[in-house]
């Protein structure tokens, strides 16, 4: 009996001993020889989200409440800077860590060079799911379709029937279809979700949640001046025109009537925060968000009146400096300070998954987020104006094919250096700026602007009192190293520049 009992105790432990072995052995092999899973990737991109109008970077009103609290766990960057004021420009170097001059894309007609590789083709080729779903018409017009639609193995998704761009509803729930349903579940992915909810017309579809229900305002109806579906772009400087006759007012644009364009915008962007609020729930309630990393950026922001317009026309800072928050597992949350461009995304998205970047303009980000550096890697970005505005309105705009036609040649842009102190302003685009521009045409007033324009944004964050003559004249250090920077950048750039073929029609804007 003791025999047996001896006997059975010694293949329990036997079994103890193996058990112990093979567990060891599992744990040496999956930390020194299994692969580590690669993170899943997901980049929000909102289109025109001012940042003074997010809780999270200061707006009085409760209109990110979901996004707010996302990003208390993330990296929340104060000065992320787009290199553009229009979407196709901002997100192709987003999406290829290049600047326009260099990636091809300089307007809505431009094709994306081929020698330059967008992120979901480097994220594809290791071994990524790349799938794009959006609402931004920008990226299904056809040869933005082409540029953005590399490395995707589906581009704008939908489940069913086509989505109406431009309402106040995102398109959050393909996404979350995606998730549930389509995802190989072995395989990482990349998930590009652009969202068109915030552009105008502002708010469309929502419940006036800010709105005050007792404007009575021309604002009011869908239709505008002239019987025109959107009005913004014949409202400047506290006038309003009809579009069969500029130049000639037919009334007034009240600080009302622009408050109701503020709180209509409030109304959007609260709704897509209600919709991102689903997705974030998921990715917590699935155990995705461990292994996944989410960027959420801005294209560009918008004018709401600071300027006399609404729209995103210029490269001030309420149309281009914007939102930017990552969620990376393994990095605590952050305020990062420095100053962010949208070439940075791809190359610091690469460095977090350890793969090696393609030939990129911007720089990492992971060493100052990880904690390895103290020091932010930038301190000043680039903008470019390009192209015109008035280019991309040609199809309603009379004065458009005279543009079109000298930019070919001529190229017309302006830059600006923005560093987190101080912005400088290049505006070689002013002559044709004086002879095209939109807003000239329709008041019927030449815009005139100066070459150069310096703003001390630390004392004057609306960017109004101009200091440059004042400064050249006193042979400020600062002013010479800025124009030092923003020139040699710009001899670099127009190098690279070539005539665009464009075709007959392109995407109306309004």
């Known amino acids: 009996m003791r025999r047996k009992r001896s006997r059975k105790l010694r293949y329990v432990l036997y079994a103890v001993i193996a058990v112990g072995i093979f567990v060891a052995l599992d744990i040496v092999l999956v930390k020194y020889y299994a692969p580590e899973r690669k993170l899943n990737v997901i980049v929000i991109s909102i289109d025109s989200f001012n940042v003074g109008h997010m809780g999270i970077y200061g707006s009085p009103r409760d209109t990110t409440p979901s996004i707010d609290t996302w990003a208390k766990d993330s990296v929340v960057f104060d000065d992320y800077i787009s290199l553009s004021y229009l979407t196709p420009i901002s997100e192709a170097a987003v999406q290829t860590g290049r600047y326009p001059f260099l990636n091809g894309v300089i307007n809505f007609q431009a094709p994306l060079s081929g020698t330059v590789e967008l992120l979901a083709e480097v994220l594809k080729r290791n071994g990524y799911q790349t799938v794009s779903i959006g609402s931004s018409p920008e990226f299904a017009w056809p040869i933005l379709l082409s540029n953005f639609s590399r490395g995707f193995d589906e581009y704008n998704l939908r489940r069913g029937a086509a989505r109406v761009p431009r309402t106040s509803s995102p398109p959050v729930d393909d996404a979350l279809w995606w998730l549930q349903t389509q995802r190989k579940q072995s395989v990482p992915f990349y998930l590009w979700l652009h969202i068109g909810s915030v552009h105008w017309p502002y708010g469309k579809d929502a419940p006036e949640h800010f709105t005050d229900p007792n404007y009575d305002g021309f604002l009011k109806e869908s239709a505008g001046t002239d019987g025109f579906p959107n009005p913004y772009?014949?409202?400047?400087?506290?006038?309003?025109?009809?579009?069969?006759?500029?130049?000639?007012?037919?009334?007034?644009?009240?600080?009302?009537?622009?408050?109701?364009?503020?709180?209509?915008?409030?109304?959007?962007?609260?709704?897509?925060?209600?919709?991102?609020?689903?997705?974030?729930?998921?990715?917590?309630?699935?155990?995705?968000?461990?292994?996944?990393?989410?960027?959420?950026?801005?294209?560009?922001?918008?004018?709401?009146?600071?300027?006399?317009?609404?729209?995103?026309?210029?490269?001030?800072?309420?149309?281009?400096?914007?939102?930017?928050?990552?969620?990376?597992?393994?990095?605590?949350?952050?305020?990062?300070?420095?100053?962010?461009?949208?070439?940075?995304?791809?190359?610091?998205?690469?460095?977090?998954?350890?793969?090696?970047?393609?030939?990129?303009?911007?720089?990492?980000?992971?060493?100052?987020?990880?904690?390895?550096?103290?020091?932010?890697?930038?301190?000043?970005?680039?903008?470019?104006?390009?192209?015109?505005?008035?280019?991309?309105?040609?199809?309603?705009?009379?004065?458009?094919?005279?543009?079109?036609?000298?930019?070919?040649?001529?190229?017309?842009?302006?830059?600006?250096?923005?560093?987190?102190?101080?912005?400088?302003?290049?505006?070689?685009?002013?002559?044709?700026?004086?002879?095209?521009?939109?807003?000239?045409?329709?008041?019927?007033?030449?815009?005139?602007?100066?070459?150069?324009?310096?703003?001390?944004?630390?004392?004057?964050?609306?960017?109004?009192?101009?200091?440059?003559?004042?400064?050249?004249?006193?042979?400020?250090?600062?002013?010479?190293?800025?124009?030092?920077?923003?020139?040699?950048?710009?001899?670099?750039?127009?190098?690279?520049?070539?005539?665009?073929?464009?075709?007959?029609?392109?995407?109306?804007?309004?």
């Open 233 to 510: 772009g014949y409202m400047y400087a506290g006038l309003r025109y009809a579009s069969s006759s500029p130049g000639k007012a037919i009334g007034t644009v009240s600080e009302n009537d622009l408050e109701y364009v503020r709180d209509r915008y409030d109304d959007g962007i609260l709704e897509t925060d209600k919709a991102l609020k689903e997705l974030f729930d998921y990715l917590d309630e699935s155990g995705l968000s461990s292994r996944t990393l989410v960027i959420f950026e801005s294209e560009h922001g918008e004018g709401l009146g600071e300027r006399g317009y609404v729209a995103h026309y210029d490269i001030y800072d309420e149309q281009v400096h914007v939102p930017l928050i990552m969620r990376i597992p393994g990095v605590a949350p952050l305020r990062a300070k420095g100053v962010a461009s949208s070439v940075d995304i791809m190359p610091t998205i690469l460095d977090a998954l350890d793969i090696k970047s393609s030939i990129v303009d911007g720089v990492s980000w992971m060493p100052y987020l990880s904690r390895a550096s103290s020091t932010p890697p930038r301190s000043a970005a680039f903008i470019a104006r390009m192209p015109l505005w008035e280019l991309v309105t040609r199809e309603s705009y009379p004065l458009g094919e005279s543009l079109l036609a000298a930019d070919n040649e001529e190229h017309f842009y302006d830059t600006a250096i923005r560093t987190k102190e101080w912005k400088l302003i290049h505006r070689l685009a002013r002559e044709a700026v004086q002879k095209y521009s939109w807003w000239g045409w329709l008041s019927g007033t030449p815009i005139v602007l100066p070459e150069y324009e310096l703003y001390d944004l630390k004392n004057d964050p609306l960017e109004r009192t101009n200091l440059y003559t004042q400064r050249a004249l006193a042979n400020d250090p600062t002013l010479i190293e800025l124009k030092e920077q923003l020139n040699a950048w710009e001899r670099e750039m127009k190098a690279a520049l070539t005539p665009i073929q464009s075709p007959d029609k392109i995407q109306d804007y309004f």
